[in-house]
């Protein structure tokens, strides 16, 4: 299984706040997770790495959610006559 880094994965810095949301999230559903230790003039610390499967899945676009397919939704044919601008 190949694990990343949020940094590999998004080929730039994650910034603290994602890295706990994406943190979170993992231990949420038992991801294991790996760790590496990194030193450059940027950071200084241990990064940790997640399942390319897992990062695939979180950072996925959502689906597209089209009106008509809401429950209940109803479609309204709208002319410009009928608009307030």
Same mark, same amino acid.
């Given at each position: 299984? #190949?694990?990343?880094s @949020?940094?590999?994965y @998004? =080929?730039? !810095? !994650? =910034?603290?706040?994602?890295?706990?949301e994406? !943190?979170? #999230?993992?231990?949420k559903?038992?991801?294991?997770?790996?760790?590496?230790?990194?030193?450059?003039p940027?950071?200084? =610390?241990i990064?940790?790495?997640y399942p390319k &499967?897992?990062?695939?899945?979180?950072?996925?676009?959502? &689906?597209?959610?089209?009106?008509? &397919? @809401?429950?209940?939704?109803?479609?309204?044919?709208?002319?410009? &006559?009928?608009?307030?601008f």
């Amino acid at each position: 299984m #190949e694990y990343l880094s @949020l940094y590999d994965y @998004l =080929g730039k !810095a !994650a =910034g603290e706040k994602l890295g706990l949301e994406v !943190a979170a #999230e993992a231990r949420k559903h038992e991801i294991q997770t790996q760790s590496r230790e990194i030193s450059n003039p940027k950071y200084t =610390g241990i990064v940790y790495l997640y399942p390319k &499967d897992f990062l695939e899945a979180y950072f996925r676009e959502p &689906d597209s959610i089209h009106m008509e &397919d @809401l429950p209940g939704s109803i479609n309204y044919n709208i002319d410009d &006559d009928d608009l307030p601008f």
